[in-house]
């Protein structure tokens, strides 16, 4: 049992999905309990799998050749059925599995055309594991691609008053990322060789063996000694670039952004969690896994450029933040400040800045979820997320202010939350930078550490502006409509603030994860990166 | 996780379990009284009161001892907090006397603050919450006073501003209220901004945040600070310094301390005294040998600056608390200006004096606001109670708080045989030391210093002259009650360590238990500093009764509205904040997301177009040539009509072209 775990995460929603068209569609009820216990029992798998896990490289690794196909003298097609957990991943399969099972309870109350939800539920949530867990690049391509349409589709049909433009915006800037990683997944295919095959030319999709220079084809592509040139830069730093513009759209970078602000606000409230707690994570992890590693020259070459975008997320999207007029636009505005930290500590490539970088993607899957899930605390109410309509909810909500607060205060980086270990690690690693490896400028990181005042500031303004003062409201929306929590949201809410918590004051257990990942990257992709710059 | 225990001393200290325990205590238990607090709703104010103060007071034991344990060494515990592959960020304590003295302090006030509490405070419909952020006030005071880490500091020091956020906003339904904690919040995270940068230096220099690695090898610290660059280790000392500057409302970054008035008055006593602008000065004292000269030298002026600045504002202030507010803005200065000159000691000695008097003057005030708003309750008069043109000749209906506030406001003012003199003084004969023999522009600095003593007399005699001497003015209708016991004890206690015995049994001289200082010449000093100052403050006293006597009401605006800096922030930079962010949202709007619907756009013609193209160019061609094909085949099909006389008409036809074509 024990070596299929991963299998056993990525199939059990597909197989329930499979199930579910056969229930008739009236029985929303059994959609529900369906998806419930899926995700339940993925926890279980979960536990299973940390039980098992320890802290080191590559582990739970399943190997099966998927497709192999002969093409004569062009050598042999073969893609495989390759995943496995590593330090990247690990965190990030864990906030997977606890951030599904919210948003699985947190879509109670979906009961229009349920059979549909609840199937695109369902294979999302096999995409979204499978692209963390995938190891050969045309299997995470399949599983990033798998994950596009479910979401575009539970935007566009379950979405607020805009959700034709927004999915459809989503649904254009993602594709074109996934056509930019295409290209290079095709160039990588025809320039990397299967070392393990003897006799014949096998070309591969494992990224292990694309990570590794010594298997590039000579004369291929991307071959490092490639003279070919377009414009400034040559193949391996256009490959790198393409790769890397690609998963910007994901993360999203500015000035990539803007599919997030309007798919968050039109997006249900579940999808809302999903988007910003584990689809954005696919961007930091492609860059982490795949778009560095394989190419640790360019990305050298790239790094003072990828960290000044992260500052400009981080400076720029606070400052939509301030200005933004709607809960869910101002929180999505906050991802993606918080996402250019991600940025910031992987272009520094020191062992704090990329520890703190995966933790901050961790720790943002879990204070991001409970953000949008306290906007939707009172769209659900209301359906009105504008700041101004709102006055003095402290007087009548009580318990969901203490729970906005604690949502609030997390995301600015309070100390004794996880985002500030992250927050400090990533400032320390691009500090470093300029004294250790010499890539980044220490102001880079003097820079980014403006976003904690303007984090403070767009934050406490909206608590001062919706929950303190008189009760106040606008817009038609009646006093009757305001209640305090029930009893579901607690059960969202309260998990996540605790998470949030623990890992703040006892960050160890992640970072021990983490850690052994970070020192191999760092090593990587300076050792290999400086090597493989030989340029003619 | 394993105890790393360093022991420093031979007796063996840090492996004493009652040491431990007494440790475990003081950091636990107001951690213990902000959780349980939590617990219980604000009706059971009864047991909210009781469980937390009784368990601050046991905290205050146990700080006291630790305090006797380690006031002849010290102890240094350190665990490891999380760590990187070989990069460790641990945490841990660091009790000296210092430390735990400051403890003791932080303690006391607060437990003080906690018993004035149960009646200032009596029936608010949020007590658990405010008694739950004071216990969590404390404990995160604490955690900045006896850390032995920088980073563990600047987590606390940021828990501090977030207690003062909910503490300064606890009255939610307040808008001023909540304006002023963001304020605050917002304030205090500029100048953590610095404290981080600071941070960022002290890693990349030495790998380590450890405060008795970093400070305490005699000085001189062969292992981190010799391979600093002189430039750096000056950025980072500055760095550091700008957490200060926002936790201790120094100049630029004061304005935040006068709009905490609208928190609850315990709160401020709190805030004043102990809990948070002292983090400020009590930093600069722990980590005084980070400083380099060029540094120290920016604290200075920062510090008389500051204390220039707040002195001459708190003169025209109208609101009672507001008067104190910028007092304490202009004792920190002082206290910053001390440890500019290099006299730490004399910072400290001033710290804790000033926390009693202050928190005194504050508990004071608060009996004077709380005293009043009673007797306003069931009556016409609505006049403000906190502005003091309201106010005077409240020394008959409020003897005691009377009484006390005098005796505090003597000690603030600096008056011989109060604690407030002896530190002043010691703070003043550092500077004189530190000004040198030349003239320099530290001499500016001593005169400054000697101006604020002045100021400080004038508007402290002021401040009495309009609360309590005079006529009564609004207040002559009310029929007002001193408050009961649980204010007016921690007044009486505060109102006693306002004396000189605190400090030393010499009312004329400052070397006591508190404060040995190394260089000072003892001689010099009591000869003739004390006697300058003393006189000073009595011609101080002199002026301020010329001044202040006749009830009038002086109005600067310049001072009232502390030289506009407040409304540059409100008015200049927080507009031109919030007019980027809305010219981010346009660029947003228009250009990015105008530059996409524009792609779309001109996607969508190009679709028509070729649509177009198609359909005209593409099919009307293949539409034209099959309409060519179908008009030949249809006049060819004409041939072959089936009818025999047309047949026999073409033939015909035929042959008479072919005889033209051939005969001609």
Redesign the interface.
Known sequence: MQPYLLSFLIFTPLAAALAAVFIPAGAVKTFRWLALAVSVLQVFVLVQLLATYHAGGLQHVEQQPWIVLSLGSWGVFRAEYFVGVDGLSMPLVALSVFVLLIATIASWQTTRQAKGYYILLLILNAAIIGSFVALDFLLFYLFFEFMLLPMFFLIAIWGGPRREYASI?FFLYTLLGSILILIVMIGLYISVHDPSSPGGLVHTFNLLHMADPSNIVSHAILDPHNVWRLGPLDARQWAFLLLFLGFAIKLPMV?LH?WL?DAHVEAPTPMSVLLAALLLKIGGYGLARIAMPIFPDAALYFSSFVAIMGVISIV?GS??A???KDLKRLIAYSSVAHMGFVLLGLAAVT??GV?GAVYQMFSHGIISAMLFLVAGVVYDRTHDRTIAHYS?L??RMPAYTAMVLVAF?ASLG???FSG??AE??V??GA??S??TNGLLH?SL??IA??G??FG??YY??T??RM?????DLKGGIQPTQITDLTVREYIQLVPLALAALAFGV???PV?DII?PF??QFCEHVLTVGKSVTFKP | MSKEVIINNPDTLADSEYFLGCLLLVVGLPLLSALLCRLFPARRQNVITTLSSLLLLTGLAAAANMLRMVYDTHVVLKFPWFHLGDLSFSTGFFVDRTSALMAVLVLFVSFLVHIYSTRYMKDDGALSRYYAMLGFFTFSMLGIVLTIDLLTMFVFWELVGFSSYMLIGHWQHLPSAATAARKAFVMNRIGDVGFIVGLMIYWVQSGSFDIYLLTFIDGNNPEFISDYSQGLQTAGALCLFCGVIGKSAQFPLFTWLPDAMEGPTPVSALIHAATMVAAGVFMLVRLHALFTPASLDVVALTGVVTALLAALAALAQTDLKKILAYSTISQLGFMVMAVGAGAPDAAYLHLFTHAFFKACLFLCAGSVIHALHEAQHGTHAHFDVQDVRNLGGLRHKLPFTFAAFVVSGAALAGLPFFSGFLSKDAILTALLYWKGETFSWRWLVFGGAFLVSFLTALYTFRLIAKVFLGEERETTSLTVHEPSWHMRGPIALLALGSFWFFVSWNPLNYHGWLYQPAKADENFHSALLVFISGAWVLIAGAVAYYIFRQPRTAHVPLLLNSFYIDKLYTQTVATRTYALALLTEKIDRRWIDGFLHYVAYGQVTLAHLTGWFDRVIIDGTVNALAALVRTVGSFTRSFQGGKIQLYIFWSVLAIIIFLIWTLF
């Open positions: 915006k000035p803007t602000p720029y400052f939509n301030m200005a933004s062992p704090e520890n003095g402290s007087s205060f309070l100390p004794g500030f270990i400090i690690l400032f320390l500090f470093k300029a004294s220490e990181a003097i550490t403006s904690l005042v403070a500031a406490l303004w608590l001062q929950f303190f003062g008189p009760f006892w960050p160890q970072l850690d970070a020192q």
